[in-house]
């Protein structure tokens, strides 16, 4: 017989915790949550996350309230393997996050003293390079940003990183320089033909974009994500217009479609 479920009234955590447990269990498990690996369960983590970025860009607090559960449920996963394993467990994680937030801000439980937030920054910035330098396994300065980062994620995290020596643009304006310059170089392409350096140069157009977010203080992600959350509303407006009308969308073309596309822009302004 499997061990029983703690009562509801047990502290929501520990329930959680005996819930995974009680999925894992080699004998009366469930088959799915047993065939699972750290590998696996990945994306499914990455794609909560964005669940949860979702439903805060919609103001949607109620979905943001089951959706932070099942990403809290991805990280009670991943700690049930880990402890399966015998590598640590949820205590663990738990544990080392409450060490290293104090430990990131002397300025609150302990006697620092920061004047200004650029100097907080500054300061976090260092404590992080000795945490790198502490776990001897960096040969790069860029060695921790994750690879698995959205890419213009990744690309503000990289210049970011290479800034804290120098190595940055010091203006807006020479960022904007080079875009107009890598602009250049993609329409060279495009009339070339040569698929693969046209890859090569729109790449380079989105990552000065990712700069040039980064110098404004923009988050490119979060930027992009409006505007096809944008683009997906003002479509829906035309689709809509169209169904009045007795049609659809391919039964349409650019220049009714593009009137009202317009017209859903004046819609959004009223």
Not at 53 to 74: F, S, V
Not at 218 to 231: M, S, V, Y
Request: hydrophobic letters at 45%.
């Amino acid at each position: 017989m499997p061990s029983p479920l703690p009562a509801p009234e047990t502290p929501p955590l520990e329930r959680l915790l005996a819930i995974m447990a009680r999925l894992r269990d080699p004998k009366d498990g469930c088959p799915w949550d047993l065939a699972q690996t750290f590998a696996t369960i990945a994306p499914y983590t990455v794609e909560e996350a964005y669940e949860v970025a979702d439903a805060i860009e919609r103001n949607d607090l109620a979905d943001l309230k089951e959706e932070l559960g099942d990403l809290l449920l991805q990280v009670v996963f991943h700690a049930r393997i880990a402890e399966e394993k015998g590598a640590f467990s949820f205590d663990d994680v738990a544990r080392a996050i409450n060490d290293k937030m104090i430990r990131r801000h002397p300025h609150v439980f302990g006697e620092q003293f920061y004047a200004t937030g650029e100097a907080q920054t500054a300061a976090w910035e260092a404590m992080k390079a000795q945490e790198r330098a502490g776990k001897g396994r960096d040969q790069s300065l860029l060695d921790d940003v994750p690879a698995g980062l959205p890419a213009m994620t990744r690309a503000v995290k990289l210049t970011k990183r290479a800034a804290q020596v120098g190595f940055d643009w010091p203006e807006v304006p020479f960022v904007l320089a080079k875009l107009r310059e890598e602009i250049g170089e993609m329409e060279a392409e495009i009339d070339s033909g040569d698929r693969e350096a046209l890859r090569g140069e729109i790449g380079d157009v989105l990552f000065v974009m990712a700069n040039l977010a980064r110098k404004l203080d923009i988050e490119p992600e979060d930027a992009l994500r409006a505007t096809n959350a944008k683009f997906v509303r003002r479509f829906q407006f035309i689709e809509a217009a169209l169904a009045q009308r007795g049609r659809t969308a391919d039964q349409s073309d650019l220049t009714e479609m593009d009137a009202l596309w317009d017209a859903a822009k004046v819609a959004e302004r009223a």
